[in-house]
Nanobody, 118 residues
Framework: VQLQASGGGLVHSGGSLRLSCVAS????????MGWYRQAPGKERELVAS???????NYADFAKAQFTISRDNAKDTVYLQMDSLKPEDTAVYYC?????????????WGKGTLVTVSS
């Protein structure tokens, strides 16, 4: 299983980016998929997740700015990030928790760097 994250880049404060995570197999193989981030010198933290049934969960800091969604036909999960701030600068990682035959397995993408300038 591979998760390919993309969409990061350099954006000014207040700008927007949309991250994409494409899975190498049907995303119905996963109980939940999510986005995490890791800023320099900090621990990796959950940003948002979405279950196979479409239930969304957000970190408190993400509720007002970020929207997670999924396109089952494209095996892709998105993270729309609006009103970005310099403190949102981090490497963003896609994550998936397996279901069915993949139950108990955790997968990570390689990460995509988001840099927000002030």
């Amino acid at each position: 299983v591979q998760l390919q994250a993309s969409g990061g880049g350099l954006v000014h404060s207040g700008g927007s980016l949309r991250l994409s995570c494409v899975a190498s197999r049907s995303i119905f193989s996963f109980h939940v998929m999510g986005w995490y981030r890791q800023a320099p010198g900090k621990e990796r933290e959950l940003v948002a997740s979405i279950t196979s049934g479409g239930v969304r969960n957000y970190a408190d800091f993400a509720k007002a700015q970020f929207t997670i969604s999924r396109d089952n036909a494209k095996d892709t999960v998105y993270l729309q990030m609006d009103s970005l701030k310099p403190e949102d600068t981090a490497v963003y990682y896609c994550n998936a928790e397996g279901d069915g035959s993949l139950r108990g397995r955790i997968y990570w993408g390689k990460g995509t760097l988001v840099t927000v300038s002030s």
